[in-house]
Structures are given as structure tokens and as C-alpha cells.
């Protein structure tokens, strides 16, 4: 989910040349395209985050920023999440891990906190390791965010294991 964000294009003026970015949304995606016709290294396709419509090991690096926090948008409480959430979260974790070609790398940017997202990240069955890290300045009135970095391939914590098993899994 992409949407109006300048990321992908900050990310081309930094020797990024070849991103692809989606969002769900047409008519965000036609925008996107328009306005950075001139980088012909960034590709803009619409898509279900849930079913992704690339190949299998595809890509070296996902990046998200806060498109898994809209999966738990209308929990309203973040220690005990639906049935229906963790089922979305593993799905679209999932097609992230079927994505990532060996040794890629799955980069979440999120105000979510470790104790409510970490489970979700830290299941065996996506074969990465997990690492994560707050970030922020530490201004009065300023969130803390977190940078949560899986690599493809890589041993998962047996902690972090233990964290994923106690998750509700989807059937």
C-alpha cells in the first residue's frame, strides 16, 4: 500500500532505481504513475496486498511502511486480536515470505510495539530471522516508531519462536 507516500521516489533519488510499489487503490496508483513518469525505474501496479501477483523469490527487499497496521485497524483490543486479523496478518506475511528470494530482506516500519507485532513476524513457517529496533528522537510528545528487519533464510530466535507459537494460528 503505497499510496501517496514519496518514499518510493525518495528512495530512487537515493540510486534506488528499480522499485515497484502497489496500493489496492486505481485510482492512487494512476496518480502515481503521473507524477513520476520522468523515473522510469519505479513501476506502480494496483494490488491486493493479500494475493500478490509476483512470482515466487522475486524481489530482494520488501519495504512496508504501516500498511500491516490497517489489517488491525477495528481491533479494539491489541492483547487479544480476532481470529480474522491474525488470519490477514499471516496471509499477507505470508505472500511477503513466498516474494523474498533467499537471503532477501523484509523491512516493517510501524508504530506498533514489539510485544503486539513481534508474534505475528516470528512464525517458523516464514523462514526468516527477526530483529527489531525503536526509533524516534525522543522528543516530549513525539511517538516512538519501530523498524522490525526479517532476512530470508536466516534462523528465527528460539524466543522469537516461542513468541509466533503462542499466536493464534490461522487454520
Known amino acids: 500500500g503505497c499510496g501517496n507516500s514519496a518514499l518510493s521516489h525518495d528512495l530512487h533519488e537515493l540510486g534506488y532505481t528499480d522499485v515497484t510499489s502497489i496500493d489496492f487503490s486505481p485510482a492512487c496508483i494512476a496518480a502515481m504513475r503521473a507524477r513520476y513518469a520522468h523515473c522510469p525505474g519505479l513501476r506502480w501496479a494496483v494490488m491486493d496486498i493479500r494475493a500478490l501477483a509476483f512470482p515466487d523469490a522475486s524481489f530482494d527487499v520488501v519495504l512496508e511502511k504501516g500498511t500491516l497496521d490497517v489489517l488491525m485497524v477495528e481491533e479494539t483490543d491489541p492483547w487479544d486480536i480476532s481470529p480474522q486479523a491474525a488470519a490477514a496478518m499471516h496471509r499477507v506475511l505470508a505472500e511477503v515470505s513466498r516474494v523474498l528470494r ?17 508474534p505475528h513476524y516470528a512464525q517458523e513457517a516464514f523462514g526468516w530471522s527477526l530483529r527489531h529496533a525503536a526509533c524516534g528522537d525522543g522528543e516530549a510528545g513525539a511517538f516512538h516508531y519501530f523498524l522490525y528487519v526479517m532476512r530470508k533464510g ?18
Do not use: W
Open 102 to 118: 533467499p537471503g532477501g530482506c523484509f523491512i516493517s516500519i510501524t508504530f506498533a510495539q514489539p510485544h503486539f507485532r513481534k
Open 154 to 171: 536466516q534462523p528465527l530466535d528460539p524466543r522469537d519462536a516461542a513468541l509466533g507459537r503462542r499466536l493464534h494460528q490461522p487454520p
